[in-house]
């Protein structure tokens, strides 16, 4: 769950790895579970979690890093410098959008549409950071983006065109990646609180080390 402010381009997220690395142990027999807060500051990503505390140098609260790096590094940025209200990109370069019907997404009433997105036109039609940072991730898995086929994806969309909420699941084999044949992976968002004002907090810049880039997964391992 998080917030962002788009046009100051700061965002908050905070994200729950218990069940993905909670099954991992840090070398002095530490459980790697627990929670990760990112702040994005523009071209800066603030991080603060377990694993990030184990490869740092420092004894600091946070580390901070360029936010391409995070973003190659196997996935690990997930997206977090895009707006997050840019699902709607997906859309336009979908092809065939079906209107499923009318529901309720946290009491607004939204048009449901289900489509076959036609990956390669998302990341033409992407705008540009966005269709970097998914070519990066997807090149980090192992995909290659001219060759992606398509994906099946449901959006629900307000009367005001926003997207409310999003999923997409895809199966990483089936779309040739070369070392994630058994994975398939489940995106499920929903956006709300449109038009708030956001107020997002950078840490203290004597509680923030930096990381080496290094020391994170290389996107062609």
Not at 23 to 30: A, I, Q, R
Not at 165 to 189: H, K, N, P, Q
Not at 190 to 201: A, K, N, S, T
Request: glycine share 14%; no cysteine; proline share 5%.
């Amino acid at each position: 769950e998080g917030e962002f402010d788009v046009e100051a381009r700061r965002g908050r997220l905070t994200t729950d790895l218990g069940s993905l690395i909670g099954m991992f142990e840090g070398p002095t027999g530490e459980s790697m579970a627990g929670e990760m807060d990112m702040v994005v500051d523009g071209d800066t990503v603030y991080v603060r979690s377990p694993l990030f505390a184990m490869i740092s140098e420092g004894d600091e609260e946070w580390v901070s890093l360029p936010a391409g790096e995070l973003d190659s590094a196997g996935g690990f940025g997930s997206g977090t410098t895009s707006d997050p209200g840019a699902f709607l990109s997906f859309l336009e370069g979908a092809g065939t959008v079906e209107e499923v019907g009318t529901e309720d997404v946290r009491g607004v009433a939204t048009t449901h549409v289900r489509a076959d997105l036609d990956m390669a036109k998302v990341l033409e039609q992407a705008p540009a950071q966005d269709g970097e940072d998914l070519t990066e991730q997807l090149e980090g898995l192992g995909l290659d983006p001219d060759d992606l086929g398509t994906v099946p994806a449901e959006a629900w969309i307000d009367g005001d065109g926003h997207v409310r909420r999003f999923t997409m699941t895809y199966d990483l084999g089936a779309l040739g990646g070369e070392e994630a044949e058994d994975v398939s992976t489940t995106i499920d968002v929903e956006l709300y609180d449109f038009d708030q004002p956001v107020e997002i907090e950078l840490p203290d810049p004597s509680e923030v080390g930096e990381l080496d880039p290094s020391m994170l997964p290389d996107s062609g391992d």
